[in-house]
Structure formats: C-alpha cells, structure tokens
C-alpha cells in the first residue's frame, strides 16, 4: 500500500497531532509564509510523490487565513505528484452558507467546494456539516463523520434521571432524535427563527420538558446567543437546569462570558474539531482524533467508513420519529 503523509496548516495543529498518535505515522512539517504584501505561501517539508496525502485543516478564525493555507496546502501536495490528496476539514465553517435566501446572495458553501475541488482535492474528509444539502455540493467524494456516539458516551456515564434532549431548532430535530435514542430519554425542540447572525428568537418549545433536566444538543456554538435564548424559553415551561453539548465549539465574541455566567447551565460539552477557548478551563472537551484517524485508515485501506457509525449516524438509521416534526 501506498505510504501516508499527514500535514497540517496552523488552524489546529494538535487535533493533527492527535490524530497522527492514532495512525502511527509522524505529523509532516509544513513552512508557511506571509510574504510583504500579505500574500500567503506554504511550502510541503516531506515527499509527497505516490503517496496519500491527508491536509488537516479545521476552517476557523481566522478563516479566509486559514482557508488559503489549505488551499496552497493542496495545491503543492498536487504539484508534487502526490497519488491521492484528502482534505481533512473537521469543521466546514461555510456550510452555514447553504441556500439562497436573499436577492443577489453567494452561495459560499458551494463555491468553497469548488475551490477545494480546483486546487486539485480528492477527497474531503469532514465532520458534522451544519446542512445536510452542503454534501452534494462537492464535486468529489465526501465522507462525514458524526461525533453523536463520543457525545452519547459521555453523558451515558452520567445520571440521567428525568432528563431530555432538547433541539435549539426544529432544523436539528432529527439528530437530536437519534442522540435521544443512543441515550434512551424523550426528545424536545425549540422553534426558532434567525434575525441576524447574532440575533434569535425562539418562540415555543415542542415537547414535555416540565420539571426535567435538559440535555441541550447543537451541531455548533458560535456566540452562543441560541442557547441562552432557549434557556429562557426552557425555564418558562418549567425546565430550570440544563447541560449544553455541541461538536463544533467555536465560543466567540460574548459566547464564554454568557455560558459561563448562566446560573442553570450545569456542564458545556464541546468535541476538539475546533482548538477551545484557553479562557475556559470548566469546559469539558472530548476528543475525535480517534475518530478521524480510524477513518484517514479505512479510507486508505478501501474499506467502508460509513460502518464506523452503524446505529449512532441519523442517516443510516431507520425512521423512527417520536415528535411530528422528527
């Protein structure tokens, strides 16, 4: 079999290390510059000729950065003549920009994709997109993983007496259906609707929550405003304490100082896709390195990465809905 490279840029060069600790292979170093003039310029430190590059490259703040550095990343893997690239991107931040919803919008999702695909990817390797549609954006083969079953670990060795899963949006009720199944509780979710990026309102709960703890479940994090705002609208009908659970923990602007200051938020649960906050020592960080690495092997190998997720991924499971909207 042909070797494996791995490299990283500069978005979250521990994950990268992580996950070489799991393969068994060193983390290839790579030289990047910021030129006079602010352009950028990575340079590969190891052959890449016949081998299968893996490129881990979370795409976080500072983003346009850091997708530039994987850009460059691909690009110099191809020119190398490497057999296979594979953009290892644990966070696809522009899977937010999914659908056009205003007059004369972008559709970042979409053309990121195609710019991943122009530098000269194979295959991208990813975690948790925010829409399922942003998948078919890409002109070459994805594979996304979930990080339901490392989430649904840690909370199964936990009480959970009277507790709920709680969707922040209806949008998000399916995963969290199947996240309730893997922790045998009922599932809730908010109905929410957007006004800015850092601005929602979340009019109604559907689902018993009176007098239950909830387990509130989001695909990301940011500001943190969705969560705090349906906090609010828990504790109305009669749910006063709450653990928070995400993959992509992103925690910017305001987000740490909300959470960590919210009286009925017991424990925030994040997985390491992203680097977390350094000011946050209460937050509880589950590694998917595991994961990735179990994944970078089968893809190598041939071998199927779906089954990594039999019975924990949504879309392989049967329809088994438990509120209307699931």
Known sequence: MREIVVFSGSAHRPLAR????????????VEIKRFSNDCLQAQLQANCRQRDVYIVQPLVPPTQDHLMELLLMIDAARGASAAQITAVIPHYAYARSDKKDASRISLGGRLVADLLAAAGVDRVLTMTLHAPQVHGFFSVPVDQLTALGVLADHFLATDLTDSVVVSPDLGNAKTATQFS????????????QRLADDRVVIDAIVGDVAGKRAIVLDDEIATG????????????????????????G????????????????????????????VDWPGLRVLSVATLFAEAISRVHAGESVSSLFDGVDPSLAPPQPQLPFA
């Open 181 to 192: 199944r893997l922790l045998g509780l009922p599932v809730a979710a908010g109905s929410k």
């Open 225 to 248: 405003g969705s969560i705090v705002e349906l906090l609010d609208r828990l504790a109305d009908e009669g749910c006063e304490e709450a653990a928070i659970a995400c993959t992509h």
């Open 18 to 29: 992580g996950i070489c600790e799991h393969l068994g292979v060193p983390l290839s170093s």
């Open 250 to 277: 992103l925690f910017v602007g305001k987000a740490v100082e909300r959470l960590q200051s919210n009286p009925r938020i017991t424990e925030v649960v994040s997985t390491d896709t992203v680097p977390p906050p």
